[in-house]
């Protein structure tokens, strides 16, 4: 895997210098190619004629910039600092990162998950949570914000949704060529209802996850559509000692790339929620701790539309469950 990274950040470098040394070079050809009838050369002559201080060091950054934008919208040059962190945070060793943000247990057999992203480790952890839930109302898994690039846990928590041995989903280099395909393991279900909160933020492996869960039995997604963002990132050493975050590959679903994962049921952030209750010092007996968790939490998920619809739909389908029971 070093060795891969490492000649990836060799290849990339060579193609950054030389289109760096292309554009400085077409600046000092006179007549060479233009961008809005401009070169480089004429483009910096014109910006010093109006004051503006023009370096070749400038140049070059913005070339770099420029080219990466290209190649992938979110490819930036990392310090060391920050590619370490970015490294730790992938596999799930900093301090302030995990793939389960936290986890809390509601009144009426609701539990809820905040996922942070899918990192190295982190889908067996999400298994476990899961697994322990049955019996209960159900779950709700917050993949908001969530992205991740650990493959091995998005099939993991995809495969309880799909026949063992289903193909889920192949990896391609940026050119196009397959690399390898992921098939569904042998899982069994999961023992209660899930509903997976989404929006334009969930990217990565957690946006591969839910596109392996779009249409399957036992989960639902709720919220916005996601960003269509399925290309794997890596961080690619550079001889100068920093590095590349950049994308290297992508994911390619069975029925295409997407654009997007669209929800089951549709909820803007922007909607506004129910009024959310509030309690006023000195009206009525004292609250006891309890009703004041209760109340705070009530409030929580009355402010969040998203996250109230779906408890909504969890409480309805025991209530449907209990009644048929009767």
């Not at 950040?9 to 060579?14: E, I, L, P, T």
Request: proline residues 5%; negative net charge.
């Amino acid at each position: 895997m070093k060795r891969r990274e490492a000649g990836g950040g060799r290849r990339v470098a060579a193609v950054i210098r030389l289109a760096a040394a292309s554009i400085l070079l077409a600046g000092a050809v006179p007549g060479s190619d233009a961008v809005a009838g401009f070169g480089l050369d004429e483009m910096a002559r014109f910006l010093e004629d109006r004051g503006v201080v023009v370096s070749s060091s400038n140049a070059v950054d913005g070339a770099v910039s420029g080219l990466l934008h290209a190649i992938d919208p979110e490819g930036r040059i990392c310090t060391r600092e920050e590619a370490d962190l970015l490294l730790a945070e992938w596999n799930g060793s900093s301090t302030n990162a995990g793939a389960v943000a936290d986890f809390e247990s509601w009144p009426e057999g609701v539990s809820y998950l905040k996922i942070r992203g899918l990192v190295t480790g982190g889908g067996r952890e999400i298994m476990g949570h899961l697994r322990a839930l049955s019996g209960g109302a159900g779950v709700v898994l917050d993949f908001r914000g969530a992205d991740g690039m650990d493959l091995e846990s998005a099939v993991l928590l995809a495969s309880p949704f799909h026949e063992a041995g289903a193909s889920l989903f192949r990896v391609e280099t940026a050119a196009g060529m397959a690399l390898e395909e992921r098939l569904a393991g042998e899982e069994a279900p999961y023992g209660c209802p899930v509903i997976a909160l989404i929006d334009s933020d969930t990217r990565n492996a957690a946006e591969l996850l839910v596109a392996l869960w779009t249409g399957r039995p036992g989960v639902m997604l709720l919220g916005e559509p996601t960003r269509g963002d399925l290309r794997i990132r890596e961080v690619l050493p550079l001889p100068d000692g920093r590095s590349l975050c950049l994308a290297t590959r992508r994911v390619v679903l069975r029925g295409g790339a997407g654009t997007g994962v669209r929800p089951d049921v549709l909820v803007e952030a922007g909607n506004g929620g129910a009024t959310p209750l509030v309690y006023i010092p000195g009206s009525g007996r004292p609250l006891s701790e309890k009703s004041k968790q209760d109340r705070s939490l009530m409030m929580r998920v009355d402010g969040d539309p998203a996250l109230r619809r779906g408890v909504d739909i969890l409480l309805a389908l025991q209530a449907l469950q209990d009644h048929g029971k009767r």
